[in-house]
């Protein structure tokens, strides 16, 4: 495992996401005392607020150009409710000491997905969100990056809900995305019988 992106499992999160996730969902809840203001203003690795447009860290500047904390995308496949409820683009300039992590690409435009499954039943059901690809309208064609992206696939062990982000790197900048299609494989259960459709595909606009 290249010991860079290993490293950025942690970074990542709190360096691209908090403009996709709920600000206030990444504070501890202890925000009143001193202490954690204080620790908070200080943080050398990471400085963000909800209303800022641009995110410095270890893994470098995180510029946000557009948003949509109120995207209403929802299905039912099966036993399985699936949601997309936010997204995000910025344009990442890439510090020097990850650009092994993007093949050396000194930018990249980062797609953001938060994603919400939810299995209804008590039989096991495997679903893959995190494994989705993507289509530009500027006709690139992508997979999600498992190693950015939050763990919101696999086996639902029964009752089982999962959210996250999910992760998208592509090379045509921010202001030249419009529409983005996502295309996901359906969920199916311990015999491998699909349990809904064979593929879902969803367009978000992404314009600013």
């Known amino acids: ?25 990444l504070k501890t809840t202890a925000t009143d005392t001193e202490e954690v203001v204080e620790a908070e203003a200080n943080s050398p690795e990471e400085s963000t607020t909800e ?4 995110q410095e860290s270890e893994l470098g500047t995180n510029k946000i150009y557009m948003k949509n904390k109120a995207l209403t995308i929802t299905e039912t496949m099966g036993p399985i409710q699936f949601a997309i409820d936010k997204v995000q683009t910025s344009r990442l300039t890439v510090a020097e000491a990850y650009r092994d992590s993007f093949d050396g690409q000194e930018e990249v435009t980062v797609v953001a997905m938060n994603m919400i499954v939810e299995n209804t039943v008590d039989e096991t059901m495997s679903f893959h969100p995190n494994q989705a690809t993507l289509v530009t309208n500027t006709g690139e064609q992508v997979s999600s990056d498992l190693w950015f992206s939050d763990d919101v696939g696999g086996e639902f062990l029964g009752k089982v809900k999962k959210e996250g982000n999910v992760l998208f790197f592509v090379k045509a900048k921010p202001e030249e995305l419009t529409d983005l299609k996502v295309v996901i494989d359906g969920p199916f259960n311990e015999n491998f019988d699909k349990v809904a459709e064979d593929r879902y595909e969803y ?6």
């Open 1 to 25: 495992m290249n010991m860079k992106r290993f490293g950025l499992l942690v970074a990542v999160p709190l360096a691209l996401l908090v403009g996709c996730g709920e600000a206030d969902e």
């Open 51 to 54: 209303n800022e447009d641009v």
């Open 203 to 208: 367009t978000i606009n992404v314009t600013k």
